[in-house]
Structures are given as C-alpha cells and as structure tokens.
C-alpha cells in the first residue's frame, strides 16, 4: 500500500485538534490493507483510546497472516500495538453493536473509510459510521473523488441524500 504525506500530515492534524479540544475517543478503520494509514491514526490515539481496523484481506489465503502483518507493522512503527484490535472480516458483517464491543464499548472520535469501493459498501460503511461517531467526530473518506472508482462517489452521494440535514457538515 501507499501513503500520501498530505493525507498523513492532514490526518495528524485533525487527530490533534481533536486532542487539544479535549475530544476523546476511539479510533476505527475500515480498510486497513497493511497498515500504514492505521500506524499514523494509532500514533496520534490517546493512551486510553483503543484502535479498530476492519479489513477483509481479500486474496489471502488465511487471513490470520496478514492481520498479524499489521499488528507487527504497527509495533514497528508506533512501539507498541497494546491499544489495536484487528476484525478480520467483510464490513458488510458488522454491526453498530459488534463494532461497540471490539472498540471496548466507546464511540469513535475519527473513523477512516477505505474498504469496499462499491456503492453499497460505501453506503453501509458511512451508515455503520454514523452510528458510532461521538459528537464532533470526524469520518475521513479515500477515494472519494477518485474517477476510476465511481462507486465510492455514488455511495458517498447516496448516503448524503439519504441523511440530509441530519447534524453533520459536509465539505
């Protein structure tokens, strides 16, 4: 996988004000693939938040290799990975529930979308989202604006217009 420095210094500042605005609370992503994006939203997590990545690791013939790949490029990277826990499965599977009880019963703070690239995966992905962002939380979204991958545009649009007016800002 691959890591923009803007998306990496952008998500660092974002996780920051959060912090300086007392803001607190887990942090989950949907598509983890390796890890990077998750290392950079583990770094900036509070020694009480605890971190969720979800990822199917599709095309690996036992998903317990590279889940373990992840929690060892995290060690690598942020010195410890105590605070990380890894759903090896289908995001479609989740629940606001099931998510509640792998992030230790506390909602999110920041949740990043990068998992599924198709309409209703999106969709599902921003609904279950939703559900669990604390007030003030932040959803990062890749690929939105990303013209090979019109289904993340078209899942993102579908769920504006299904949620429209409903407390949050778009921009």
């Given at each position: 996988?691959?890591l ?7 998500t660092?500042y974002l ?6 605005i ?9 598509g ?24 199917a690791?599709?095309g ?5 290799q ?12 942020c ?6 826990n ?7 599977d989740?629940?606001?529930k099931d ?7 506390k ?14 995966v ?11 962002l ?6 990062v ?25 409903v ?5």
């Amino acid at each position: 996988g691959w890591l923009a420095p803007e998306a990496a210094f952008f998500t660092a500042y974002l996780l920051l004000y959060q912090k300086n605005i007392n803001l607190t609370g887990n942090i989950t992503e949907i598509g983890v693939y390796c890890g990077k994006y998750l290392a950079v939203l583990y770094q900036h997590a509070n020694e009480n938040e605890h971190v969720l990545g979800v990822d199917a690791f599709m095309g690996a013939t036992n998903i317990e290799q590279p889940k373990q790949n992840v929690f060892q490029n995290i060690l690598k990277i942020c010195g410890d990975n105590r605070r990380l826990n890894i759903f090896a499965g289908d995001s479609l599977d989740l629940t606001s529930k099931d998510i509640l009880e792998l992030i230790h019963g506390k909602n999110t703070r920041l949740i990043s979308i990068d998992g599924g690239h198709t309409a209703d995966v999106v969709f599902h992905d921003l609904e279950l989202s939703i559900s669990i962002l604390k007030e003030g939380g932040i959803i990062v979204m890749d690929d939105i604006f990303n013209h090979s991958l019109p289904g993340v545009t078209e899942g993102f649009f579908r769920f504006k217009y299904a949620f429209n007016g409903v407390l949050y800002s778009w921009f």
